[in-house]
């Protein structure tokens, strides 16, 4: 693909971005929705490989019915209310279409069937977009209507979510499938605890983005695709193994890591309004998710201090564009919780 190509698509991908998270109109929501799904598809399938090819046509027609859902609430509720503000919709039949329009864009369960078998497809760079910068605009749409949606749709899948983004990369050897689970995951953290408290959820989006990105571009960086090649991630550079270590532990939320932030404030909030029992529910989830990335870092720590060797293949490499977002993006993904006391109210 020519940079010329390449750069237009980057553009519509952040101009449909802005332009669902800039506008009160569900027309223009839906066109910068539209516009961020069509800017994708081209670099999903750019390696032309059936796999990517398979991916690509499997993120369109999710995204596409999700969008078709999208507009068809807002139409209803236009028809029911005169109106096509984003923040009246009043219906009540949009609202759940709209809830559930949501979850499909997001990947929320029982709808996640796509996300793993799209980041399978897709390279580690086209995966890095998928789960951090094509989250933002169907984030935003359900920030803006958060005391709007369906409160008891939300609640369900989201909490779906988490038991099944756990359960569902015990058994995975592909790092693309076991971070596409852990953004189930942590996607239902933020629809689980969206319509309590925006704020949180929005703090939630903001860490899982800071500790998601040095994450994967430190297996970029390493060419590690599955379990086994993380245990010779030393060879591609001596501090990158334990590094890239406390980041898996920080997405697992293990404490005291940045990561453990949300889901402390989360189940605070939730114990302050008496929902004791999913806040319970959601805790034991999420050690299940914490396995399997103890099993990740175990592979990382056998060869953090690795027996000597007389071979030079991979040492030290140069330093290029992954290792400076890198070294930028590591510092707030696993040293944010000091900060914790200043962001309660």
Sequence with gaps: MSPMIT???????????IITMASFHWLLAWMGLELNTLAILPIISKSHHPRATEASTKYFLTQA?????????????????????????????????LTVALAMKLGLAPAHFWLPE??????????????????????TLLLLTWNQASML?????????????????????????VIAFSSIAHLGWMATIVTKSNKLALLNLILYILISTPMMLSLIFSSTKTTQDLTTTWTTSPMLAPLTMMTLLSLGGLPPLSGFMPKWLALEELLAQNMAPLATM?????????????????????TVSPSPT??????????????????IALPPSILALPLTPLMKP
Excluded: C
């Design 7 to 17: 750069s237009i698509l980057i553009l519509s991908l952040a101009t449909g971005t």
């Design 153 to 177: 749709t939300l609640t369900m899948m989201g909490s779906l979510s988490v038991v099944i983004g756990g359960l569902g990369g015990l058994n995975q050897t592909q790092l693309r499938k």
């Design 65 to 97: 019915a999700a969008s078709a859902l999208i507009l068809f609430s807002s139409v209803m509720n236009a028809q029911a209310t005169g109106q096509w503000s984003i923040l009246q919709l009043e219906d009540p039949l949009a609202q759940t279409l």
């Design 282 to 302: 959601l805790a034991m989830s999420t050690l299940l998710s914490l396995f399997f990335y103890l099993r990740l870092s175990y592979s990382l720590s056998v």
């Design 310 to 327: 007389k071979t030079s293949s991979k040492w030290r490499l140069k330093p290029n564009t992954s290792t400076l977002l890198l070294s």
């Design 118 to 139: 799209v980041l399978q497809g897709s390279s580690f760079k086209t995966g890095l977009i998928i789960i951090t910068w094509q989250k933002l605009a169907p984030m």
